[in-house]
């Protein structure tokens, strides 16, 4: 069985930093393309980044401007999100999610971290 | 990037009839090499994450329920419930994956009436 399972959220103040991740198990995690989806509160989803199984193709969203870094670690089958200078606009659920390569959809999601950005 | 642009924003259907969603994408999303759109629904129930029903715009995912089908070819494709269920209520969202950004449509919420 997929698993995907996010930690690190919590509440930041504006301009902080927060480092998120995805432990995941049930795949062969190191074939598959991962991905960080974030959903403002009552609001849609966001595609943010993306990073292949080799890490050798990494994309985010422009909206974003250089603050958060996506990586992976292939021995523990995880992920991460540096994400600084934080915002207000970055409160969100942080959803982790797999694909098989880069073009194609999003087969599984993890329950999601919150992350809120407040003084 | 690739807008996507849902139609309606929300949507009340009886139990039991068809419910339809549309979207629209900014730029066609077939690809001509493989004859493949590159669109897919997701289904978020309150609380949860997503979940994938259909890829490469009309193949159902393993496990959804034949009441859920998707059409369209190009720019404009649409989800349809045959015959809408009490659990069926969610937002729904398109995604194009054709091009990076991944782009999501705004979402339609769907509730029973």
């Known amino acids: 069985e997929v698993q995907l399972v996010e930690s690190g959220g919590g509440l930041v103040k504006p301009g902080g930093s927060l480092k998120l991740s995805c432990a995941t198990s049930g795949f062969n995690f190191s074939s598959y393309d991962m991905n960080w989806v974030r959903q403002a509160p009552g609001k849609g989803l966001e595609w943010v980044s993306s990073?292949?199984?080799?890490?050798?193709?990494?994309y985010y969203a422009d909206s974003l401007k250089g603050r958060f870094t996506i990586s992976r670690d292939n021995a523990k089958n995880s992920i991460h999100l540096q994400m600084n200078i934080l915002r207000a606009e970055d409160t969100a659920v942080y959803y982790c999610?797999?694909?098989?390569?880069?073009?194609?959809?999003?087969?599984?999601w993890g329950q999601g971290t919150l992350v809120t950005v407040s003084s | 990037d690739i807008v996507m642009t849902q139609s309606p924003d929300s949507l009340a259907v009886s139990l039991g009839e068809r419910a339809t969603i549309k979207c629209k994408s900014g730029q066609s999303v077939f690809y001509n090499s493989n004859n493949k759109n590159y669109l897919a629904w997701y289904q978020q129930k309150p609380g949860q994450p997503p979940k994938l029903l259909i890829s490469w715009a009309s193949t159902r995912e393993s496990g959804v329920p034949d009441r859920f089908s998707g059409s369209g070819s190009g720019t404009d494709f649409t989800l349809t419930i045959s015959s809408l269920q009490a659990e069926d209520v969610a937002v729904y969202y398109c995604q194009q994956y054709y091009s990076i950004p991944p782009l999501f449509g705004q979402g339609t919420k769907l509730e029973i009436k």
């Open positions: 990073i292949s199984g080799s890490s050798t193709d990494i």
């Open positions: 999610a797999t694909r098989e390569y880069i073009y194609s959809p999003l087969d599984y």
